[in-house]
């Protein structure tokens, strides 16, 4: 399995970025999907994850994007989205998505060491 994250750039604050992360090496009808981020100096941090098994999903977003990001997933494309909205500075850092073949349960859904596969990480500045 191999992610690939993309859709970085630099923005103004306020404004919008939609990041990608496709999935390739077989299809997942179950899997769980999550973004997280790391900034300078920063530990790595949970930003949000998609649970989902056939039609049916859940999502959880972190409290400091909560409302701004959404997370959501094309399973015919294999792809994660996460649609940013509002960014602000402290949104800068790199993202990365992370993958987890089956249902990571919701109390352990924002550890990095429960998901298995990891994208190369984008880039994402967000300038005052």
């Known amino acids: 399995v191999q992610l690939q994250a993309s859709g970085g750039g630099l923005v103004q604050a306020g404004g919008s970025l939609r990041l990608s992360c496709a999935a390739s090496?077989?299809?997942?009808?179950?899997?769980?999907m999550g973004w997280f981020r790391q900034a300078p100096g920063k530990e790595r941090e949970f930003v949000a994850a998609i649970r989902s098994s056939g039609s049916t999903y859940s999502r959880f977003h972190s409290d400091s994007v909560k409302g701004r990001f959404t997370i959501s997933r094309d399973s015919a494309k294999n792809t994660v989205y996460l649609q940013m909205n509002s960014l602000k500075p402290e949104d800068t850092a790199v993202y990365y998505c992370?993958?987890?073949?089956?249902?990571?349960?919701?109390?352990?859904?924002?550890?990095?060491?429960?998901?298995?596969?990891w994208g190369q990480g984008t880039l994402v500045t967000v300038s005052s």
């Open positions: 992370a993958g987890e073949l089956g249902l990571i349960v919701p109390s352990n859904i924002r550890y990095a060491l429960e998901y298995d596969y």
């Open positions: 090496g077989r299809s997942f009808s179950t899997v769980t």
